[in-house]
């Protein structure tokens, strides 16, 4: 995804979960839990995109920090100009405070039932 966003000239940004273990960001910019990270090329230093960590050095309110994300605390990757992107959920995983799951709903189920859909987050 970071990818196909510079390729396509727009601004890479991810909205991370900072309440993950293992984050590590400027916590005076989370707000409700999340930080939106700007991370492009000329935003970053050093930015390395691996299969379970994404890390840069980074510049906020003119301090430079090194910034680590676990895979699992990115919620979304999308292009700043445009909004397209994706939105990433882990829907086998159960909700706050550890109640199980709801079956998964059969095709009967589903019936009149909302599709899902893709919601730009800015």
């Known amino acids: 995804m970071h990818e196909w966003i510079s390729d396509s ?13 293992g984050v590590d960001v400027p916590r005076q910019y989370v707000k409700d839990g999340k930080i939106v990270l700007n991370v492009s090329w000329s935003a970053t230093s050093q930015l390395a995109l ?7 050095s980074g510049r906020f309110g003119g301090a430079s920090m090194l910034v680590r994300v676990p895979v699992a605390a990115v ?7 445009t ?8 829907d086998g995983a159960p909700p ?5 799951p709801e ?9 009149g039932a909302a599709r ?3 919601k730009v987050v800015k």
């Open 75 to 81: 919620l979304a990757v999308y292009a700043r100009e």
């Open 9 to 21: 000239g727009c601004t890479p940004h991810v909205v991370v979960d900072a309440g993950v273990p």
């Open 83 to 90: 909004g397209q992107g994706m939105i990433f959920t882990d």
């Open 103 to 111: 079956p998964s709903p059969t095709p009967e189920s589903r019936r």
């Open 116 to 118: 899902p859909r893709l």
């Open 50 to 56: 691996g299969d379970d960590e994404l890390s840069f």
């Open 96 to 100: 706050p405070g550890g109640a199980p």
